[in-house]
């Protein structure tokens, strides 16, 4: 009967057997049942109607350290068991309780002293039988009670930090409503009940849907971290909000049920960072541009143009190179003055840049009275007409200058114009330069070298011409 009812493993558990025994275990074989009793993952004690140990099994010893010879009765259980005798007494008198009570099951979660003098804590689970006899289960739960004992006080840590916190954090389930929420979120938001909230109500909705596919994607690929910025309204006002999003709490399967979100305004570092960037593009383009004419400066021109003449071979393009000197400039700033200088200056970029340039083309001022204009994609003529178009523009703004200024008419011998050098720049020229052992690695340096040179060639032009009135330009043609 006995081997019967606990033949399969799902039925050798201390219920069954406690199931089986209710009608007193006297008319059992003793070695069957110390055996199967043995087997079992539970510590057991059969005690009988006058407090004699009749079986302990093996998990008895392995939790408490005693054996069956060192545990003669129930009395040397509770002087070995609980040494301090107030404390003993309480577990006597609950014992007593038991042994009194009628048949049937008794809990107890009691600590014990084990042999090694180490304590533990046990569940007693105690069950009398009709002849009088007990049968006892003891189940270790130290470690149990240990982990309950870290968690507990993980979770006030946490609770604490949760709430001393200056950042807002709150906990959101999977649908986006607030669940648990600290002080500083009550703070942010101007509200103390949130039960009903949804995170996305505080969304600007021309943000939303963006938003809400970034933490879409971070539930259905159970990405642990991310951090999002995004603006919002909360009190009314438009704020930037920086949010860190982790998931935390997951269901059996492992889906996230709820994220623990850590917020913090982030306006006015965000701000600061426009402020930062907006400053940066100034000192970029002051570091780029000259600051009287607004052109790009020297320093400009040396770090792109390189790369202009890289793109022209790459792609098979044609530059026009225009170097352009500014005659009789330092007698004019002699004559009226480095104010009067600086107008002119001033003048003239603004003729450069109404001269049909494009959003493409480079207008530098190299140094002083120097220009360079570098233009993509002309031949001679189209050059030759911008150089025609420039020269001719200049002496008209010239001529309208001398009648608004005074000083200038009275400086009648005064005249400004300008000497131009070309340097036509296409593919082949590039590749020639590129198979010149001497000139393959300096080739902007030769163009400009080349364009600069016939910006002389003008000059001589414009100094030997008996009308020192008229501009001259020069391309250049390899002989020079």
Not at 54 to 80: L, Q, R
Not at 113 to 130: E, M, P, Q, W, Y
Not at 138 to 147: G, H, N, R, S, Y
Request: hydrophobic residues 35%; aromatic residues 12%.
């Amino acid at each position: 009967m006995w081997r019967k009812k606990l033949t399969s493993k799902a039925e050798i558990t201390a219920e069954n057997i406690k199931k089986t025994l209710v009608s007193g275990f006297e008319s059992f074989n003793k070695e069957d049942l110390i055996n199967i009793l043995n087997s079992l993952p539970v510590a057991i004690m059969l005690i009988d109607n006058k407090g004699k140990f009749i079986i302990i099994n093996n998990k008895f010893t392995e939790i408490t350290g005693y054996h069956y010879s060192e545990m003669p009765d129930i009395e040397v259980w509770f002087d070995k068991a609980y040494p301090d005798s107030e404390y003993r007494k309480k577990i006597f008198t609950k014992w007593k309780g038991v042994k009194k009570s009628l048949p049937g099951e008794t809990n107890r979660d009691i600590a014990i002293t084990c042999k090694d003098g180490s304590s533990k804590d046990v569940i007693f689970s105690s069950a009398r039988l009709n002849d009088g006899s007990s049968f006892v289960t003891m189940v270790d739960i130290t470690q149990l009670k240990e982990a309950e004992a870290k968690l507990q006080k993980s979770e006030e840590q946490f609770k604490i930090m949760f709430e001393a916190a200056h950042d807002p954090i709150y906990v959101l389930s999977k649908g986006g409503r607030f669940l648990q929420w600290n002080r500083a979120t009550e703070e942010m938001t101007g509200r103390r009940d949130l039960a009903d909230e949804y995170f996305y109500n505080f969304l600007i909705p021309e943000y939303k849907k963006e938003i809400l596919e970034f933490y879409l994607h971070q539930y259905e690929n159970n990405i642990e971290l991310t951090y999002k910025e995004f603006p919002a309204i909360i009190q009314g006002k438009k704020v930037w909000i920086g949010q860190n999003t982790v998931p935390y709490k997951k269901d059996e399967a492992g889906n996230t049920e709820s994220f623990l979100i850590i917020s913090r305004d982030i306006s006015e570092q965000r701000k600061l960072q426009q402020e930062l960037e907006k400053k940066n593009k100034e000192l970029e383009e002051l570091s780029s541009s000259d600051p009287l004419t607004g052109l790009y400066n020297r320093r400009y021109f040396n770090d792109f143009f390189p790369q202009i003449i890289k793109n022209a071979s790459r792609f098979n393009k044609s530059l026009a190179v225009i170097f352009i000197d500014l005659n009789d400039f330092k007698k004019a700033n002699d004559t009226c003055g480095h104010a009067f200088g600086d107008n002119v200056l001033k003048s003239f970029s603004q003729v450069l840049k109404n001269s049909g340039m494009r959003e493409t083309d480079i207008i530098c001022r190299y140094g002083g009275d120097e220009f360079i204009l570098v233009l993509g994609g002309l031949d001679y003529k189209n050059s030759r007409s911008i150089v025609e178009r420039i020269i001719k523009d200049i002496a008209k703004s010239w001529n309208r200058k001398k009648e608004e200024s005074p000083e200038i008419s009275a400086a009648v011998d005064l005249n400004l114009s300008l000497s131009i050098g070309v340097r036509l720049v296409n593919y082949r020229d590039i590749n020639h330069f590129l198979n010149d052992k001497d000139l393959s690695g300096k080739i902007d340096d030769e163009i400009l070298r080349q364009a600069d040179a016939s910006m002389y060639v003008a000059k001589e032009k414009y100094k030997k011409s008996k009308n020192r009135k008229e501009s001259q330009f020069h391309f250049f043609n390899g002989n020079l």
